[in-house]
């Protein structure tokens, strides 16, 4: 996406948005509710011994396999990887035709889950969107809280100005 053209005057102030939508969890679909409780039971298979903050995820497969993940942390705290990507990572490895179509991610410390849904890291934005870019259509995501369910219709929706294959064209 370019902002700017060669040559003129480009101090000028641009907006970016996104988009979703804030659903109670018995207001979720069918379809939806069961790949949230898969990412809420995924919490309690994170190794998090160091920041004690468990995050479970759920991506669902255009042929119906749910891939589960948790973060896993480590003492050289770079080598730890988080839920989305554990999840995604393992679709990408384990079923490298078929199209992640919705991911839910929940997050739980302090003995319970957190009340608001948590945020996915930049790293775990940019991983959603090379995973959602790499087929055809969107891939849902929903984070889960105790109050509420954040639902995106896209990956993109949280991170607009994303880095995509064709920015490596210049």
């Known amino acids: 996406m370019y902002l700017c053209a060669p040559n003129q005057n480009i101090m000028k102030k641009k907006e970016l948005t996104s988009t979703f939508t804030i659903y109670q969890m018995d207001e979720l679909d069918q379809e939806q509710r069961e790949l949230v409780e898969v990412a809420k039971a995924q919490v309690h298979k994170s190794y998090s011994p160091y920041s004690h903050f468990q995050v479970g995820a759920a991506a669902k497969l255009a042929n119906g396999v749910i891939i589960k993940g948790s973060n896993q942390e480590n003492a050289a705290y770079p080598s730890g990887l988080c839920a989305e990507r554990t999840a995604l990572f393992a679709a990408g490895a384990t079923y490298p035709e ?66 995509l294959t064709e920015d490596l064209q210049g």
Do not use: W
Not at 107 to 117: D, K, L, M, R, S
Not at 119 to 142: A, D, F, I, K, W
């Open 98 to 163: 078929e199209k992640v179509t919705m991911l839910a991610i929940a997050c739980f410390t302090n003995g319970h889950y957190t009340a608001e849904p948590g945020s996915p890291c930049g790293s775990c934005r940019q991983v959603m969107v090379e995973t959602e870019h790499r087929y055809p259509g969107n891939m849902q995501v929903l984070l889960y809280g105790e109050t509420c369910v954040y639902v995106f219709d896209s990956a993109k929706d949280l991170l607009p100005l994303s880095f």
